[in-house]
C-alpha cells in the first residue's frame, strides 16, 4: 500500500491561513481526502475530492473556510484552511481510495496506508 507524505501544517493565531499538501507517490487514487484527530477522540472526515471530475465534498463544521483542490499532474491534494479556530486543532491527515463516498469519509474504504500527517495548532 502507498502511503501519502502530508506537509504544511503549523502553528497559527485563530483567523490565520494554512495550506496543507498531500503527494502520492506512485498510486492514483479515484477519489482523495483529508482527514483529523485529535489525541484521545476518533478521526473524522475534513474534506475528500474526486479525481474525475473535482467534485468535493466537505465536513459540515467547515462551513465555507476551506478548500480542497488537486494538480492531478503532480498527483498531489491540497487542502487550504482560511479562518482558522482553536477548534481546528487537529493532527492532519490524507488518504486515498477507490471512489468518492460516505463510507469513505467515514475513514471505512481507505485504499493507501495513513501517513504520518501534519500537525496544525491554532492559539492566540
Known amino acids: 500500500q502507498v502511503q501519502p507524505v502530508e506537509s504544511g501544517g503549523g502553528s497559527v493565531q485563530p483567523g490565520g491561513s494554512l495550506r496543507l499538501s498531500c503527494a502520492a507517490s506512485?498510486?492514483?487514487?479515484?477519489?482523495m481526502g483529508w482527514f483529523r484527530q485529535v489525541q484521545g477522540k476518533e478521526r473524522e472526515g475534513v474534506a475528500m475530492?474526486?479525481?474525475?471530475?473535482?467534485?468535493?465534498s466537505y465536513g459540515d463544521f467547515v462551513r465555507g473556510r476551506f478548500t480542497i483542490s488537486q494538480d492531478t499532474a503532480k498527483n498531489t491534494v491540497y487542502l487550504q484552511l482560511n479562518a482558522l479556530k482553536p477548534d481546528d486543532t487537529a493532527m492532519y491527515y490524507c488518504?486515498?481510495?477507490?471512489?468518492?463516498?460516505?463510507?469513505?469519509?467515514?475513514?471505512?474504504?481507505?485504499?493507501?496506508?495513513w501517513g504520518q500527517g501534519t500537525q496544525v495548532t491554532v492559539s492566540s
Open positions: 475530492i474526486s479525481r474525475s471530475g473535482g467534485s468535493t
Open positions: 488518504a486515498g481510495g477507490r471512489r468518492c463516498s460516505t463510507r469513505f469519509f467515514y475513514g471505512e474504504e481507505i485504499s493507501t496506508k
Open positions: 506512485g498510486y492514483v487514487a479515484n477519489c
